[in-house]
């Protein structure tokens, strides 16, 4: 099919001037938005070494290099201006506009070297600049391809934004690979390439990030070829939202569109009958985002739950390590609670213990305890073996709880190297 026929409801001098818009080149198929994930996570290291964001720039980089020097590709970046601590929910940007592949892939290999991760997720926001992105151009198929290693951890839902560009755009669709994520993120990120009848690629590694990069710049939405097809009709009977593993104080349901509160789920009442939708489900100070009920269907999230033997009456705060916020808490009074599945740091004292939840997991840590009798009332600091501190015990508090690991105890008589492993009591004398 030619541009001009698949224009002809355009005036022709405004075609025209579109396509003169794009450098005199004859209207692209397909215009491609790469939208990479530069945020703070980004900065860890694959099972390889590599970190992530390195590991992301050479795959952007090779499908640039593959795809036909016509296409129209541009690349966004977020989470990549503002540091976590400044929990910068609009940090996106265009790191190169619109243009023919082969000039994108020059001022890509430009401007990708330079990309550092640094901040937050927010993808409900830069997905609906990247659809605003194509409003100049004449492509009949529009198509975002996004990468992201985490969950939104700004306000919005993405899945209901791409629930919203999706009916207001036939031609959208939002291609979606989740790099090396954990449960909760990859059903929010699926979620979003549903909407819009796009794809999801998982990656877990660099590899696998390459490969998946590459087949979506590609994909198209699925199109049916027989000749004889059945049209769905649109249906508004009720789907079931059941919560396995929840809190006796329960979790609030909301509408992801309109904020309304719909329900509260418990242990003793885990399950409600709701219309079809995009809804957010909070569990302690976090929101599970992205949960879609459809027709006559029941979804089921099973939350993981962690607590720590010998819980202290101090706490253990739990911190989401992506955006550095307390989501729960355990104690001696409360010790284990339930939570999204995902990736978190358990706080002892000044050191953390990371850990990662699948769904419907139960873990309980124990910690190894080291014990000092002969420490004085000012105290002796343990620190990490980098040197970081971690505790101090004294004659009122001569034991510390740490995660399994090795560690120094400085005494105005030396230092004292020890490894302590999990669940082990050890004695400095």
């Known amino acids: 099919m030619t541009c001009v026929a698949t224009f002809r409801g ?131 198929s529009r198509r975002i391809v996004l990468v992201s290693d985490g969950k939104e951890t700004c306000p919005g839902d993405p899945c209901a934004l791409a629930t919203a560009l999706a009916k207001a755009d036939a031609n959208l669709v939002i291609h979606v690979i989740g790099f090396d994520v954990d449960a909760a993120a990859r059903s929010q990120l699926q979620c979003i390439a549903q909407a ?39 249906r508004n009977d009720p789907g079931v939202l059941t919560l396995v593993g929840a809190n006796l104080s329960g979790h609030a349901v909301s509408n992801a569109t309109t904020g309304e509160h719909v329900a509260t789920l418990s242990q003793t009442g885990s399950s409600v009958s709701l219309p079809p939708g995009i809804y957010a489900v909070t569990v302690g100070k976090a929101v599970w985002k992205s949960v879609a009920v459809k027709p006559g269907q029941t979804t089921t999230l099973r939350l993981a739950r962690l607590g720590v033997q010998g819980a202290l009456s101090a706490g253990h705060p739990i911190i989401d390590p992506e955006t550095l916020e307390e989501v729960a808490v355990v104690s001696a009074t409360t010790s284990s609670t339930a939570l999204m599945p995902g990736r978190y ?85």
């Open 10 to 140: 355009l005036a022709f001098a405004g075609f025209i001037l579109a396509c003169l818009a794009l450098w005199a080149l004859p209207c692209p198929a397909a215009s491609i938005n790469i939208v990479l994930d530069a945020s703070g996570s980004m900065a860890a290291r694959l099972p390889s070494g590599e970190r992530k964001i390195e590991a992301a720039k050479k795959a952007v980089a090779e499908v640039l290099a593959a795809l036909p020097d016509a296409d129209v590709v541009a690349l966004r970046v977020y989470g990549h201006q503002s540091e976590t601590a400044r929990h910068d929910c609009q940090d996106a940007a265009v790191l190169v506009p619109f243009g023919p592949a082969s000039q994108t892939r020059q001022a890509a290999a430009k401007a990708l070297p330079g990309l550092a991760p640094r901040g937050y997720t927010p993808i409900t926001f830069v997905l609906g600049l990247a659809a605003a992105d194509f409003s100049a151009l004449p492509a009949p």
């Open 345 to 429: 740091q358990v706080g002892f004292g000044q050191t953390f213990w990371p850990v990662e939840l699948e769904e419907g997991q139960q873990l309980t840590l124990n910690p190894g305890r080291a014990s000092v009798p002969g420490a004085p009332i000012g105290g002796w600091a343990i620190v990490a073996a980098n040197g970081a501190p971690v505790a101090v015990v004294s004659a009122v508090q001569s034991t510390a709880a740490l995660p399994p690991g090795d560690y120094i105890l400085e005494t105005p008589a030396g230092k004292v190297p020890f490894s302590l492993k999990e669940g082990e009591k050890l004695e400095l004398r």
């Open 196 to 234: 819009t009848g796009g794809s999801y690629f998982a990656a877990g590694n660099a590899a696998d990030l390459a490969a998946a990069l590459a087949k979506a710049a590609v994909a198209d939405p699925s199109k049916p070829t027989a000749t004889a097809r059945t049209i769905a009709l649109p």
